[in-house]
């Protein structure tokens, strides 16, 4: 026990003692000596509060001893569900075995999970934790005070840092208890198929199958290519497991159009943890080698040379130029016209004059029947009046309020915030209106008429510009690539109408595990690197939770993004294409829980043994798991409390205090002394 004054003393306090005393001592000497007890009652209630006004305190301690408990934890990791012995219902049962041992001998405990993280345990195993980190463990014993601690697990870790380190000599016993055998499993599966999102017809396919294996493997396997039920081709590969990965390269040829559907197998082994992920489906777009495409000017003019200079330098595009030479005829014979099938009929200055009506009902059965796309470029010989027939099979009309406007004008595109003074301005020769839904105004000039409309309504695609003269974005250095954007993306955004999109985007698998990478790619038979710009973005039930660029990989000569699978689910993936407010292209994927685990499903007796004799503890095989008990012995911590009594704050003393004034106070009434 220790007494100190918490208050240390100064010169006031000793000079008010001293008064007290003289004061004291005075009154004692006159009245004291008449009443003694009086007085001596009050000289010591003041010393009392003499007393605490130095604001004393004792200190002393006390001890007690407190039973330490013992930590149980037990493994609740993917792979344990799939250890084939013992099985998830047996680890269960004996584990309550011995839950109900520990309560019957009264052993202080507690009891939790891990997996990749740890917590209280409130029910039976189920095997669904993602990873196993058993390096958070040594991190949680270090900070509690245990008896010891017994791991129930199977000696995998998934995550985290490696269990030796972070387990090199605690304080405290370590034992465990080992499940499962030492035999891994075995899986085969396709980790990833890389093939062009987009081929062309009768041109040589790449696809490069990468296939992985675990476990105990070393034989041969059939890798198998198909074009729907079709067998395309198939190989043999070595296989050794343990992770190792080989790859099957197949060539093959297109003949169909459109999406063909593909799929990529392996052979399978009778006792593999799963046979879902030996096969893979992708898509491949096969597109024409060659789009015809009908040029129809009305009268030859700067624009023509332009038009006939961009159609001609992709090699994919033949071009029949038809020219407008008389009010009847033109430079070649119009009925080749009627009778070829076109991808892509273009108006260049044309029509100068009104259609007539036969004309526009033969023309739209020929547009319907053949599925050809539309585009109007304005031309300094037409006017409103003579287009007018003509833009309802575009989906457009003329415009209400027209005002003359004898200027150029600045414009730009509508993915723009402001009109840009570094693009030239455009005379505008049509007054271009919506005519009904799909349309889009691409790009407006800055009296707000349209430039650039595209249209889309069921398979029929169109475009329509509305300026005379953008041959002057041709030939201006600083506008190149606005030509590029108005025209030639145009032009592309048309012929590829027919067979979907030419940017054709691909997964690179259907399903993913939990925080696997997605990986999105995209082939362009145009290498257009630099005129279209992408984004996909990632849906679940139809709630956006991820959106993210596409970016061009000129080397590759494609689009690539990837990004992280999220939580398990079915998820839609949209990709959009510039400023469209519809989607290109829709995809979807599946997200599995996460099975990192099944890579190493095995007993890691060895980490296991190490992990106990670094911590004095031991190790117990599952079937030799009651011995557990013969280590586990009742241990106690001798707790000392230091405790401290502040008598100004001890509620005790200041009510004895208030008690001997009050008596004091009711003394002298008695006595008559007030």
């Given at each position: 026990m220790d007494f100190q004054f918490l208050s240390s003393s100064n010169l006031l306090i000793f000079t008010l003692i001293f008064l007290s005393l003289i004061i004291f001592t005075a009154i004692y000497n006159t009245y004291g000596k008449q009443n003694k007890s009086h007085f001596l009652f009050r000289l010591a209630l003041l010393s009392i509060f003499i007393f605490l006004l130095f604001n004393p305190v004792i200190s002393y301690t006390s001890k007690k001893n407190k039973a330490l408990s013992w930590a149980f934890f037990f493994d609740n990791s993917a792979s344990l569900k799939y250890h084939i012995s013992p099985?998830?219902?047996?680890?269960?049962?004996?584990?309550?075995?011995?839950?109900?041992?520990?309560?019957?001998?009264?052993?202080?405990?507690?009891?939790?999970?891990?997996?990749?993280?740890?917590?209280?345990?409130?029910?039976?195993?189920?095997?669904?934790?993602?990873?196993?980190?058993?390096?958070?463990?040594?991190?949680?014993?270090?900070?509690?005070?245990?008896?010891?601690?017994?791991?129930?697990?199977?000696?995998?870790?998934?995550?985290?840092?490696?269990?030796?380190?972070?387990?090199?000599?605690?304080?405290?016993?370590?034992?465990?208890?080992?499940?499962?055998?030492?035999?891994?499993?075995?899986?085969?599966?396709?980790?990833?198929?890389?093939?062009?999102?987009?081929?062309?017809?009768?041109?040589?396919?790449?696809?490069?199958?990468?296939?992985?294996?675990?476990?105990?493997?070393?034989?041969?396997?059939?890798?198998?290519?198909?074009?729907?039920?079709?067998?395309?081709?198939?190989?043999?590969?070595?296989?050794?497991?343990?992770?190792?990965?080989?790859?099957?390269?197949?060539?093959?040829?297109?003949?169909?159009?459109?999406?063909?559907?593909?799929?990529?197998?392996?052979?399978?082994?009778?006792?593999?943890?799963?046979?879902?992920?030996?096969?893979?489906?992708?898509?491949?777009?096969?597109?024409?080698?060659?789009?015809?495409?009908?040029?129809?000017?009305?009268?030859?003019?700067?624009?023509?040379?332009?038009?006939?200079?961009?159609?001609?330098?992709?090699?994919?595009?033949?071009?029949?130029?038809?020219?407008?030479?008389?009010?009847?005829?033109?430079?070649?014979?119009?009925?080749?016209?009627?009778?070829?099938?076109?991808?892509?009929?273009?108006?260049?200055?044309?029509?100068?004059?009104?259609?007539?009506?036969?004309?526009?009902?033969?023309?739209?059965?020929?547009?319907?029947?053949?599925?050809?796309?539309?585009?109007?470029?304005?031309?300094?010989?037409?006017?409103?009046?003579?287009?007018?027939?003509?833009?309802?099979?575009?989906?457009?009309?003329?415009?209400?309020?027209?005002?003359?406007?004898?200027?150029?004008?600045?414009?730009?595109f509508e993915d723009e915030t402001t009109f840009s003074n570094d693009i030239p301005p455009l005379k505008q020769k049509l007054f271009l209106s919506e005519f009904q839904e799909g349309s889009n105004a691409v790009a407006t000039f800055e009296s707000g008429w349209p430039l650039l409309i595209r249209t889309k309504k069921n398979n029929l695609s169109s475009v329509a510009i509305s300026a005379s003269n953008i041959n002057k974005l041709y030939f201006n250095k600083n506008s190149i690539n606005a030509f590029s954007k108005l025209f030639i993306e145009s032009i592309e955004w048309l012929i590829q109408s027919g067979v979907s999109s030419e940017n054709f985007f691909r997964t690179n698998r259907d399903y993913y595990q939990q925080g696997e990478i997605v990986y999105l790619s995209g082939s362009n038979v145009f290498n257009k690197d630099d005129l279209a710009n992408f984004r996909i973005d990632v849906l679940k039930n139809e709630k956006i939770i991820l959106s993210k660029k596409i970016d061009y990989n000129i080397d590759l000569k494609k689009w690539e993004s990837s990004f992280r699978a999220p939580n398990p689910g079915k998820y839609n993936l949209e990709i959009y294409s510039n400023s469209d407010t519809e989607p290109i292209q829709t995809n979807d994927f599946k997200v599995l829980e996460s099975q990192?685990?099944?890579?190493?499903?095995?007993?890691?007796?060895?980490?296991?043994?190490?992990?106990?004799?670094?911590?004095?503890?031991?190790?117990?095989?599952?079937?030799?798991?009651?011995?557990?008990?013969?280590?586990?012995?009742?241990?106690?911590?001798?707790?000392?409390?230091?405790?401290?009594?502040?008598?100004?704050?001890?509620?005790?003393?200041?009510?004895?205090?208030l008690l001997l004034l009050c008596s004091e106070w009711a003394f002298r009434k008695q006595k008559g002394m007030f």
């Open positions: 099985s998830l219902v047996s680890i269960n049962s004996g584990l309550d075995e011995i839950v109900d041992k520990i309560k019957k001998e009264e052993i202080e405990n507690e009891l939790f999970t891990f997996d990749s993280i740890i917590s209280e345990k409130t029910s039976p195993i189920t095997g669904n934790g993602q990873t196993t980190n058993l390096g958070k463990l040594a991190d949680f014993i270090s900070k509690r005070e245990f008896a010891g601690s017994v791991i129930f697990t199977d000696g995998i870790s998934t995550e985290g840092i490696e269990p030796i380190l972070t387990f090199n000599n605690l304080d405290t016993p370590i034992y465990t208890v080992g499940i499962g055998n030492k035999n891994s499993l075995i899986d085969v599966f396709l980790n990833s198929v890389e093939a062009p999102t987009v081929a062309v017809k009768n041109e040589r396919v790449n696809v490069s199958i990468e296939i992985q294996s675990i476990g105990d493997i070393d034989d041969q396997f059939s890798v198998s290519l198909y074009d729907g039920s079709r067998l395309i081709a198939s190989k043999y590969i070595n296989l050794y497991g343990n992770g190792s990965k080989a790859l099957a390269n197949f060539q093959f040829q297109t003949n169909s159009i459109g999406r063909q559907k593909f799929s990529a197998q392996v052979s399978s082994l009778s006792d593999e943890v799963n046979i879902q992920n030996n096969k893979q489906n992708f898509d491949i777009l096969v597109i024409k080698d060659k789009y015809k495409v009908a040029l129809i000017t009305g009268s030859p003019n700067k624009n023509t040379s332009v038009i006939k200079k961009t159609l001609f330098s992709n090699q994919r595009i033949d071009v029949d130029h038809y020219i407008k030479i008389s009010p009847s005829k033109f430079n070649k014979d119009i009925r080749s016209f009627w009778g070829t099938p076109y991808d892509l009929i273009m108006f260049d200055n044309y029509p100068i004059e009104p259609l007539k009506a036969n004309f526009i009902r033969v023309l739209a059965k020929k547009i319907i029947s053949q599925q050809s796309s539309l585009m109007l470029i304005a031309g300094a010989n037409q006017t409103n009046e003579s287009t007018a027939d003509l833009l309802p099979l575009i989906g457009l009309e003329i415009g209400k309020e027209i005002e003359e406007l004898s200027d150029d004008q600045f414009w730009d990192v685990e099944l890579n190493q499903v095995y007993l890691n007796d060895v980490v296991l043994k190490q992990i106990s004799s670094s911590n004095q503890g031991a190790y117990l095989s599952w079937e030799n798991r009651d011995q557990i008990f013969d280590f586990i012995e009742k241990k106690e911590k001798e707790e000392v409390k230091a405790n401290v009594i502040k008598f100004k704050d001890n509620t005790v003393i200041l009510i004895m205090a």
